[in-house]
């Protein structure tokens, strides 16, 4: 594809449950980071990959928060026991030089 | 640290005015890179325009233009001829270093609605 996609769009969780959201970057970009996004603010940086290398994982809010990117491609970003407070967009973006390209993010809810 | 701040929550202009977003920024570091993106209501971030710490002239890309004044610390963003698809969130981000490898810290947005 053209562009950075995520999947799935919408998630719906029930508090304590897991949740895995998946993101797929513009081919041959290195570099990969995760955000979040609370409602009205702007994206937090939570994690970055370079390559399969998770070189800064410095806002990652706790060890419920876990992300991957086994094969420099695909990246995962697992929550474990989901808590009302993770709600929120979770945006992906790749970059290969300046220019960092967003996915359409997942929006979770914890209920 | 660095930090970004954007004191406008919301702006309200009317259609075909030019538009300033104000962006002030904070940083230690003296190479560094300044985005503005924009996110409607759909969700996706759209990057609009950038600007290099080192640049001597300030970034435009077709009506977005970045008025980049380093000592006072401002990246504002102005809208030429301001159209209707321009209502959205505008955010200020800034990145340290040059590096694809740096994370890009936000500021908390303006709002801007135009009126027809």
């Known amino acids: 594809g053209a562009g950075v996609s995520q999947s799935p769009r919408y998630k719906v969780a029930k508090r304590g449950q897991d949740v895995a959201l998946r993101c797929d970057p513009i081919?041959?970009?290195?570099?990969l980071f995760w955000y979040q996004q609370a409602l009205g603010q702007g994206p937090e940086f939570l994690t970055y990959f370079q390559n399969e290398a998770q070189l800064d994982k410095s806002g990652l809010p706790s060890d419920r928060f876990f992300a991957e990117r086994p094969e420099g491609s695909v990246s995962t970003l697992k929550i474990q026991r989901t808590q009302q407070e993770d709600s929120a967009v979770y945006l992906c973006?790749?970059?290969?030089?300046?220019?960092?390209?967003f996915g359409p993010g997942t929006r979770l809810t914890v209920l | 640290a660095q930090k970004i701040t954007q004191t406008q929550p919301g702006m309200f202009v009317q259609e075909k005015e030019a538009v300033t977003l104000d962006c002030t920024y904070d940083t230690s570091d003296p190479s560094y890179g300044l985005f503005w993106y924009k996110q409607p209501s759909s969700g996706e971030m759209i990057f609009l325009i950038y600007q290099g710490s080192y640049d001597q002239q300030n970034a435009t890309e077709g009506r977005y233009s970045l008025n980049f004044q380093k000592a006072r610390k401002s990246a504002n963003l102005v809208i030429s001829a301001s159209q209707l698809g321009d209502s959205a969130m505008y955010f200020c981000a800034m990145r340290e270093a040059y590096s694809s490898a740096s994370k890009i810290i936000f500021g908390s947005g303006t709002r801007l609605s135009i009126r027809p």
């Open positions: 973006a790749s970059s290969l030089v300046v220019e960092q390209f």
């Open positions: 081919s041959g970009h290195v570099s």
